[in-house]
Nanobody, 115 residues
Framework: QVQLVESGGGLVQPGGSLRLSCVGT????????MSWYRQAPGKQRELVAG???????NYADSVKGRFTISRDNFKNTIYLQMNSLKPEDTAVYYC?????????WGQGTQVTVSS
């Protein structure tokens, strides 16, 4: 059974940092495009950052220069380093692995940015 498990969320003050991790089990994810999405209360889920198999990355405009996505294929793990966090970054963050037709999601981890 394929699973993605996120960790690293929590409560942080504005301007602070968090590092999210997503560990995959049940298959090898080196051939998958891996991404982080987020969903804030009352809003649609949105793409935050993605990383292709070759390492090319893309980011939402709202997080460019503050967030960094990376992957470690040996550990079947992706990361999201989040710096200079803002209250509007508050959301549930989800890990996604996609190699069509396969499309897997984690259960999400809550990130709250508040003073």
């Amino acid at each position: 059974q394929v699973q993605l498990v996120e960790s690293g969320g929590g409560l942080v003050q504005p301007g602070g940092s968090l590092r999210l991790s997503c560990v995959g089990t049940g298959t090898t994810f080196s051939s998958y495009t891996m991404s982080w999405y987020r969903q804030a209360p009352g809003k649609q889920r949105e793409l935050v950052a993605g990383i292709a198999t070759g390492g090319r990355t893309n980011y939402a405009d709202s997080v460019k220069g503050r967030f960094t996505i990376s992957r470690d294929n040996f550990k079947n793990t992706i990361y999201l380093q989040m710096n200079s966090l803002k209250p509007e970054d508050t959301a549930v963050y989800y890990c996604n692995a996609r190699l069509l037709p396969w499309d897997y999601w984690g259960q999400g981890t809550q990130v709250t940015v508040s003073s």
